[in-house]
């Protein structure tokens, strides 16, 4: 490969890595339930995705969705050598991709954050005990046991406020991204 | 699409939810010891 073409391939991946890093953090993360097993697998991801560069074709779909589907079958392929098994469905694979493909349409947003803003309407929607529950667990990032003892409630009542404050932006989010409603 | 199916979906879109949640906090990193819900509101109301 002669040097220009060389230096054109790194100026693209660095674009590439920096426009949609955020954006497969939070889709590994999504479908593996752990941050900290996303960002070792984002780096590993990319590097896969440049080899392969070549391969992508825009007629066939969009980037971001080709780089979800690499992400997505080397998270599996992950797992299944490390003898752990990724418990999703269809369905529930179904519902993540509803959400990512939603917000790569939106269009004031080209930065991952910026897309990622438009939560902050949806938080003011949280009661104040989920909204204390979510920012202990994610911005503190304690775990359950010690969000229990410091607001003195079950860790059973944790996982329930979690779970409803996911249910809750959800809705709020179906909304925005003019997702429907699944019944 | 069945009961079992669309709740398997909303599911889905729960844990994109847990994904964007930890997205969201990360843009909060500057801002240190963040309020409670209720201190802010406090201090929004006092301002």
Known sequence: MSETRQAERRQLSEAMVSRHAGMLQSYLTALLGSPLLAEDLVQDVFV???????????????FPVWLRTIARNMAFNSMRAKKRE??????????????????????????????VAVLRDCMSSLSDPMSDTCRLFYFNKKKTAEIAE?????????????????????????????LEHVS | MSVKASNSRERGRERAMHGLLYAYYKQQKPALNMPSARQHRQRTRAS
């Open chain 1, 150 to 178: 410091s607001l003195c409630v079950t860790q059973a009542l944790v996982l329930k406020r979690l779970e409803r404050a996911r249910g809750c932006l959800r809705t709020c989010m179906e909304d925005k991204l003019q």
């Open chain 1, 48 to 62: 896969r995705v440049i080899q392969k560069l070549d391969t992508f074709d825009p007629e066939k779909g969009c």
């Open chain 1, 86 to 115: 990724v418990l999703i469905d269809a369905q529930e694979l179904a519902g993540i991709e509803d959400v990512f493909n939603a917000m790569d349409e939106i269009d004031e947003a080209e930065v991952w954050d910026q897309k």
